[in-house]
T-cell receptor, first 109, second 115 residues
Framework: GQNIDQPTEMTATEGAIVQINCTYQ??????LFWYQQHAGEAPTFLSY????GLEEKGRFSSFLSRSKGYSYLLLKELQMKDSASYLC??????????FGAGTTVTVRA | GAVVSQHPSRVICKSGTSVKIECRSL??????MFWYRQFPKKSLMLMAT?????????EQGVEKDKFLINHASLTLSTLTVTSAHPEDSSFYIC???????????FGPGTRLTVT
């Protein structure tokens, strides 16, 4: 089976940095995704990592270590609109996505 | 612009009735689509994989006779919730497998409320 763990909630101040960790144990690995989801809306794609290392995309960066089964999403210069749920998802051998429960990030002024 | 559309966005139905949800791929032909269900404050759970021209593949614990999936064309998959019950109330989201296979594009979701 698939096991994907991430913290339930995180709170940070506007302008700060927040790091959301994700650990996974899956049958096969074809990449790890991070999605952002606002309440009542569908997930939107943030990043994709299939090789070890850091992928930077504007204010968001994502890191992967396949040997450790570990990833993190780094959100810099937080804005109020970044308040959302962030989902870690792993693509397994059959390319199906297994999602973590999501981390609700609250940005405070 | 949107890659995937879903209709309806919200639906309220009475217990015992059936509801059909459509998922359309707008930008490219999709051999494979996925249907997810999400309960409040929970993550997405894959229900089934919809394959154009063949039967859907259901995940363990998902009743295929209750959640009927039809992938009639390369741009349309439908999910029919039959004999709906209040516990079927949920957010149903479809996704389309992109040309690169590893990508999935999500629809805007359908909020189903069964009274």
């Amino acid at each position: 089976g698939q096991n994907i763990d991430q913290p339930t909630e995180m709170t940070a101040t506007e302008g700060a940095i927040v790091q959301i960790n994700c650990t996974y144990q899956t049958s096969g690995f074809n990449g790890l995704f991070w999605y952002q989801q606002h309440a009542g809306e569908a997930p939107t794609f943030l990043s994709y990592n299939v090789l070890d290392g850091l992928e930077e995309k504007g204010r968001f960066s994502s890191f992967l270590s396949r040997s450790k089964g570990y990833s993190y999403l780094l959100l810099k210069e937080l804005q109020m609109k970044d308040s959302a749920s962030y989902l870690c998802a792993v693509s397994s051998n059959d390319y199906k996505l297994s999602f973590g429960a999501g981390t609700t990030v609250t940005v405070r002024a | 612009g949107a890659v995937v559309s879903q209709h309806p966005s919200r639906v309220i139905c009475k217990s015992g009735t059936s509801v059909k949800i459509e998922c359309r791929s707008l930008d490219f032909q999709a051999t494979t689509m996925f249907w997810y269900r999400q309960f409040p404050k929970k993550s997405l759970m894959l229900m089934a994989t919809s394959n154009e021209g063949s039967k859907a593949t259901y995940e363990q614990g998902v009743e295929k006779d209750k959640f009927l999936i039809n992938h009639a064309s390369l741009t349309l998959s439908t999910l029919t919730v039959t004999s709906a019950h209040p516990e079927d109330s949920s957010f149903y989201i479809c996704s389309v497998e992109g040309p690169g296979s590893y990508e999935q594009y999500f629809g805007p979701g359908t909020r189903l409320t069964v009274t």
